[in-house]
């Protein structure tokens, strides 16, 4: 009976596992072993070569792809089987086959692609006349029922996802250095901790409490979050950090409060200084506040006459890379703006929050409403479509890619790259709801920067489920019944 397994000895990855995610091939020394060897159809060369030059992740993928399969195959040679082998970083071994019973077997289009790994993993089984030892490595629904149904084991693509979060239980001999000291040392937590995974800079934890000892140190309210929550900073001239209590978000203001753990987390990494922490990934369901506190949080400092920022810039969904905007009405702003009504609807929310601060923050019309978010809009925000980003460098200000679960590996990799000098970059997504018919809920651009820049000094990644939508009870519903 074929199963799912993370480990074995063979595995032939299917090609939408290698288009999206390359770097599958060329892992570094520290990458977990997922297999022993892997078997790569030579098949899959002719397929790649008729969509490199798309337009597209698939494209870009493909490019290097080529490429890397002409370096592996450059420096090693076919033994007797017509089989090369290449060994990488991490000691897993890359054979490129071609079996000559299936070498007749057409390339064209998804079928054919999924035939030769098909093909190339029963020939495997055969060969080590053990099933149990061959796998495909695919993240493709359609790809793995067709293989299980073959009696063909399944390996899990991308099955770590880094959350930028963890819950502990406060040990009883830390609760004075918690609630007074308001931070635990790197060797405290290693004492306590052993058998935990070390934990990355920037990483947070929620601490589970006994309210009788927390009573003991003077804390008798545990309701709010960031009592409980620390983040664990980079130390100066220090190889390990320090697990401390948040406290940037002690200076948010009364319209923006947190209201969930995930909430809190969030608020501190938007709230810490841009030299500090100048990137800001939150991978997030619907409707747990990920959008409102970047775009309130930002309006807050925007807004500061005391602030460096100078403007929100904003480059916002679009699941067709560009081909969306040109059927829109309007010069460039217009057609952008249409696309970030997401932003626009959280920029009406800060402000009706916020009310009237010359009437003492008295609740606005509907009319006044309208009118200060048009002007608000306006006066401090920029917003740019995906396809005119290249060559910019953006300093001073804050900028959020909203909706990045759309975006792609290679368009993600160069949108970060223009941030400059005094910015803090915010990229926002629901990676369960990708439109981009390219990629899933791994190989998007949202989830590719979380994976690649968890653990950085510069970057925090902090997501939220289904337990923390604030939006309202019914999407808490819709998420319970609809989403499982």
């Known amino acids: 009976m074929a199963k799912r397994r993370d480990f074995h000895p063979i595995l032939v990855p299917a090609l939408d596992a290698l288009i999206g995610n390359p770097d599958i091939l060329a892992p570094d020394a520290e990458t977990k072993l997922k297999a022993e060897t892997l078997y790569i159809p030579m098949q899959y060369i002719d ?58 077997v057409s390339t064209n ?5 999924n035939t030769h790994a098909l093909a190339t993993a029963k020939w495997a089984q055969n060969e080590l006349h053990d099933p149990g030892k061959v796998a495909i490595l695919t993240g493709d629904n359609y790809m793995s029922s067709k293989a299980l149904a073959q009696d063909i084991d399944v390996a899990r693509i991308n099955p770590d996802v880094y ?46 409490v006994d309210p009788i000892m927390a009573s003991t140190y003077g804390v008798h309210n545990l309701s709010n979050p960031a009592i409980l929550i620390g983040r664990y900073e980079p130390q100066k001239g220090e190889e390990t950090g320090i697990l401390r209590q948040l406290h940037y978000i002690d200076d948010l203001p009364r319209c923006i409060q947190p209201r969930s753990a995930g909430q809190a987390m969030f608020a501190e990494a ?59 009405p ?45 002007f608000t809009i306006e006066q401090n925000f920029e917003f740019v479509s995906i396809i005119n ?40 997504g629901d990676p369960n709801q990708v439109f981009n018919k390219h990629m899933d809920y791994h190989s998007n651009g949202l989830m590719y920067a979380a994976t690649k820049m968890a653990g950085s000094p510069y970057v925090a990644v902090v997501s939220m489920n289904e337990s923390e939508i604030t939006r309202s009870e019914a999407a808490r519903e819709i998420a319970r019944l609809l989403d499982h």
């Open 163 to 208: 959350t930028g979060r963890r819950k502990l239980k406060l040990p009883d001999d830390l609760y004075e250095s918690w609630f007074k000291g308001r931070c635990i040392t790197a060797d405290q937590l290693m004492a306590h901790f052993a058998n935990e995974e070390p934990l990355r800079l920037n990483e947070f934890v929620e601490f589970e």
């Open 109 to 113: 289009g998804r079928t054919g692609a």
């Open 330 to 374: 309007g010069d460039e702003r217009e057609k952008t703006l249409a696309k970030a009504m997401p932003i626009v609807d959280n920029v009406r929310e800060y402000i009706k929050c916020k009310g009237d601060r010359k009437k003492g923050n008295a609740e606005l019309s509907a009319q006044d409403i309208s009118k200060k978010v048009e």
């Open 270 to 328: 938007l709230m810490a200084p841009a030299e500090e922490i100048p990137i800001v990934i939150c991978p997030a369901v619907f409707g747990t506040g990920k959008t409102y506190l970047a775009t309130s949080i930002g309006l807050h400092f925007v807004t500061d006459k005391d602030s460096h920022y100078e403007r929100i810039f904003v480059v916002p969904r679009d699941a067709e890379l560009g081909k969306e905007i040109g059927f829109l």
């Open 47 to 104: 397929r790649l070569r008729e969509f490199r030059h798309e337009q597209s992740s698939r494209g870009e993928a493909a490019t290097k792809l080529l490429g890397l399969f002409s370096r592996i195959l450059e420096t090693t040679h076919y033994d007797d089987h017509g089989s090369k082998e290449f060994c990488c970083k991490n000691g897993m071994k890359i054979q490129f086959v071609a079996p000559k019973d299936i070498s007749s």
């Open 389 to 428: 980003m290249g060559g910019r460098s953006i300093s001073d200000s804050w900028i959020i890619y909203d909706e990045a679960q759309d975006m792609e590996r290679f368009q993600i990799n160069q949108l970060m790259k223009r941030i400059g000098d005094g910015s803090k970059m915010i990229i926002t």
